[in-house]
Structures are given as C-alpha cells and as structure tokens.
C-alpha cells in the first residue's frame, strides 16, 4: 500500500495564468518607461511613437522568452535540490543570446545606421541589464509556497510496538494517511521528499530527511546512509552485495549502509552474522 501526501507545494514550472498576466502587464509598463526615457541613445533615434513602440514590443519578447526558459530552469533546478544561483546564472546567460539577436534584428530594420556603431557582444550587454530585473523576479516567484490540508486525527494502531511509537511528535504522524499505522520501520529520501516506510505500507511526504529525523527520538533508529534511516526494531538481518551491506527490515525492504556508517551501525549492535 502506497500514498503520496503534499503538504507544501512547489509552483508549476512554466508558471500560472496569474503570474502571466501580472508578468506581462508589468513588461508593459517597464517597455513604456523605456520607451519614454530612451535608454542607451534610442531616444535620438527617428520619432518618439518608434522609440515606444520598439522598447514595448522588445520587453515583451523577453517577457515570453524568459518566462520559457529561465523560470522552468530555475524551478526544475529546486525540484532537483539543486541551488537557485547555479541554475539562474546559466539559464539567464543562454536565453540571453536569442533575445539579444532579436532585438538586434528589429532595431537594425528601425535604425540601420545606429545599431552599426554597437557590435553583437555591446547588444548582448545591454540584453543581460535589461532582462535582469523580470529574471530576478523569476527567481522569487520560483520559491516553494504551502498550501492547507486536512490532516487525518491519529487513529491508535493495535498492532504497533511501544518501540514504534515512544516519544514520536503527533505532527509527525498527523502527515500520513490513518491506514499506514503507527509502526515505523525506515525512512527514505527521494528528492525533495521522504518516504515514510511503516509496517503496513509506505507513504510521500515533501519534507526535508534530517528534519523528520529531528522529529524523531535518537533512541528509536539511526540513519544508515545519506538517504535511509531506520528503526532499531524493525532490523531482521544483513545483506552483503560485494562490499556492499543492507539491513534487511521486517516488511522486506532493505536500507543501504555507507562505508561512512558501517562503525556505528556495528556499534549499535544491527549487523547480524554474515550467512553464506
């Protein structure tokens, strides 16, 4: 028996029917006040209608390009665990490149003569200042949010040991569906979530290992590997791949060990004797 649980939610990817709108009418706005003050010398160029017409028509350009490529980049590279600087400074640098060649095309159909004084990498400079406030709002508006959801009342399990369940915050279990019972047996990082293994199923929650862990008392288990954390109860044996251990728990599932941890989990008296 499986569930996936969400509590906290990450934003779509490519964003909502909002935040387009509220992106694109701020664009707007940005494009007009461009188009009024005429940054980088636009403002000698032909008359001042062409001037509005070029930065409103080109913020919106970035508006829809960014929105294509730096947001997705920067929420896939959250999903990912990956840190938003590492994906937004790429994302940012790549989707620079055609909306620079864009604007340049259009400005050099306006102002054939002018655009001739800036070469490509000048263009591409002044792109990178200019789409860097929309992109730094893609970043801010990338950031997990959280949304309400019932959470089902502990329902007392029979079938649980008083191993399973001493001391263990209700918050913790208040996350899980009532089916699953109250006898722990590991836990498992996948990504962003952990999934919380018991005897009756597992389940998904979005929620960092080491602060469930820190939900957890440190007598009831001991984390074996980066990713796994186990009950000190629910361990029935070992199992040797190679140079590899698991411990084998009550439910079939087997928790890796690291090389990092194999002292301590032989400390805790969790390695069984080795079978042939």
């Known amino acids: ?18 935040d387009w709108s509220r992106e694109l009418l701020l664009s707007l706005a940005a494009g007009t006040f461009l188009g009024l003050t005429g940054p ?15 930065w409103v028509g080109t913020t919106l350009y970035g508006a829809l390009l960014l929105g294509l490529t730096v947001r997705p980049a920067i929420g896939l590279g959250r999903r990912r665990g990956f840190p938003p600087w590492g994906t937004f400074g790429p994302s940012l640098l790549l ?3 055609p909306l620079s060649l864009g604007c340049h095309v259009i400005a050099a159909r306006l102002w054939p003569q002018s655009v001739a004084r800036i070469g490509l990498l000048g263009w591409y400079g002044q792109t990178l200042v200019i789409s860097l406030p929309l992109a730094l709002g893609y970043l801010a508006g990338t950031r997990p949010g959280t949304v309400s959801a019932p959470r089902p009342a ?7 040991g008083p191993k399973s369940r001493c001391a ?5 279990w208040q996350r899980l569906p009532p089916d699953l019972g109250r006898d722990l047996v590991a836990l498992q990082m996948e990504d962003h979530y952990v999934r919380v293994h018991t005897a009756n199923g597992s389940a998904l929650v979005l929620l960092p290992l080491r602060q469930a862990v820190a939900e957890l008392p440190s007598s ?3 984390q074996t590997h980066r990713s796994w954390w186990v009950c000190h109860h629910a361990v029935t044996g070992t199992v040797r791949d190679g140079r590899n251990l698991r411990l084998r728990l009550k439910t079939g599932v087997e928790a890796p060990i690291s090389r990092n941890n194999v002292a301590s989990v032989r400390a805790a008296g969790l390695l069984a004797p080795e079978r042939p």
Not at 1 to 18: I, K, N, Q, T, V
Not at 154 to 160: E, G, K, L, R, S
């Open 1 to 18: 028996m499986s569930y996936a649980l969400e509590l906290p939610e990450m934003p779509p990817l490519f964003g909502s029917a909002r």
């Open 40 to 54: 980088f010398g636009s403002y000698r160029n032909t008359s001042h209608l062409g001037v509005l017409a070029y």
């Open 95 to 97: 989707a620079a490149i």
């Open 154 to 160: 502990p329902v007392p399990d029979a079938t649980a």
């Open 168 to 172: 263990i915050a209700p918050a913790f």
């Open 220 to 222: 009831l288990g001991m």
